[in-house]
């Protein structure tokens, strides 16, 4: 399993990833994640069973 390229002519998305420099879905999906507000991040839930103690 490679990397596969990207069909350029599927999305706009796709072609502003392109103007970015990204050519392949995985740094598309990876700069998504990283550009995510803050209320789409994963919450640790370990937070919370530290204040039962």
Same mark, same amino acid.
């Given at each position: 399993?490679?990397?596969?390229?990207?069909?350029?002519?599927?999305? %706009?998305? @796709?072609?502003?990833? &392109?103007?970015?420099?990204?050519?392949?879905? /995985? %740094?598309? @999906?990876?700069?998504? &994640?990283?550009?995510?507000?803050?209320?789409? /991040?994963?919450?640790?839930?370990?937070?919370?069973?530290?204040?039962?103690?």
């Amino acid at each position: 399993m490679g990397r596969k390229p990207l069909n350029f002519d599927e999305m %706009d998305s @796709v072609r502003k990833g &392109i103007e970015w420099g990204l050519d392949f879905w /995985e %740094d598309i @999906v990876i700069t998504a &994640i990283k550009n995510l507000p803050p209320e789409y /991040e994963y919450i640790d839930n370990t937070e919370e069973t530290n204040d039962e103690y």
